[in-house]
C-alpha cells in the first residue's frame, strides 16, 4: 500500500518561494506516477504538475507559467515541488497523488492513492 506524506507548507509573502516534499512510502518499483494538485477554498481540485520516476517527462499546468518546478529522488522517495514567484492566487492545499503506471495523466480520476496535503498561504 503506498502512503503519501506532504511536508513543507506555509505562509509566505507573494513573491516569496517554497518548497513542497513528498515522501512516498510502498513505492517498490519505478513504474509509479508521481502528481501534484492542489485546491483553492471553494475551487474544484485541479492539476498542477507530473512526473514519473525515471523523469523521462514533467507536465505542467498552463498556469505555472515556469514558476513551479518538479523533481524526483528515487532513492529518498521523495518527489518535491519548488514554488517560486508565488501569487496570492497560489493558496490552495496542495496534495501529492499517485498511481501505478507508465503514462502520465494530468486526470485527478487516475490517481490512486493520495496525501493529506499540505496549506500554502500566500499573503498579498
Known amino acids: 500500500q503506498v502512503q503519501l506524506l506532504e511536508s513543507g507548507g506555509g505562509s509566505v509573502q507573494a513573491g516569496g518561494s517554497l518548497r513542497l516534499s513528498c515522501a512516498a512510502s510502498?513505492?517498490?518499483?519505478?513504474?509509479?506516477?508521481m502528481g501534484w494538485f492542489r485546491q483553492a477554498p471553494g475551487k474544484e481540485r485541479e492539476f498542477v504538475a507530473a512526473t514519473s520516476w525515471s523523469r523521462a517527462t514533467t507536465y505542467y499546468a498552463e498556469f505555472v507559467e515556469g514558476r513551479i518546478t518538479m523533481s524526483t529522488d528515487y532513492a529518498k522517495k521523495t518527489v518535491y515541488l519548488q514554488l517560486n514567484s508565488l501569487k496570492y492566487e497560489d493558496t490552495a492545499v496542495y496534495y501529492c497523488a499517485a498511481y501505478q503506471g507508465a503514462m502520465i495523466a494530468t486526470t485527478r480520476s487516475n490517481y490512486q492513492y493520495w496525501g493529506q496535503g499540505t496549506q500554502v498561504t500566500i499573503s498579498s
Open positions: 510502498g513505492v517498490t518499483s519505478t513504474r509509479y506516477v
